[in-house]
């Protein structure tokens, strides 16, 4: 049973920096692609970074040029880095793996205060 877990999340000043962590059992070569979503209160989920098999990223439009989504197949490990952080970013990030199904992780809060 794939299991995916978070880490890195919590507060930050704006412009601050964090990186979450997603740590996955088994073997990254087994999913499609993997990525980072989040979602806010009172809002529906939404894409932050996609990362294919073949290292090909793709970032929502309010995220470019500050998050960086980096896979390492070693440690089973895709990564958020987050830099010139905003309070619209605060949110709770989950992870996303797709293979023959897909798979979410637990979330993890992430806030940005002013």
């Known amino acids: 049973q794939v299991q995916l877990v978070e880490s890195g999340g919590g507060s930050v000043q704006a412009g601050g920096s964090l990186r979450l962590s997603c740590a996955a059992s088994?073997?990254?070569?087994?999913?499609?692609?993997l990525g980072w979503y989040r979602q806010a209160p009172g809002k529906q989920r939404e894409l932050v970074a996609t990362?294919?098999?073949?290292?090909?990223?793709n970032y929502a439009d309010s995220v470019k040029g500050r998050f960086t989504i980096s896979r390492d197949n070693a440690k089973n490990t895709v990564y958020l880095q987050m830099n010139s952080a905003k309070p619209e970013d605060t949110a709770v990030y989950y992870c996303y793996a797709r293979g023959l199904l897909d798979y979410w992780g637990q979330g993890t809060q992430v806030t940005v205060s002013s």
């Open positions: 990362i294919s098999i073949s290292f090909r990223t």
């Open positions: 088994g073997g990254l070569s087994s999913f499609n692609a």
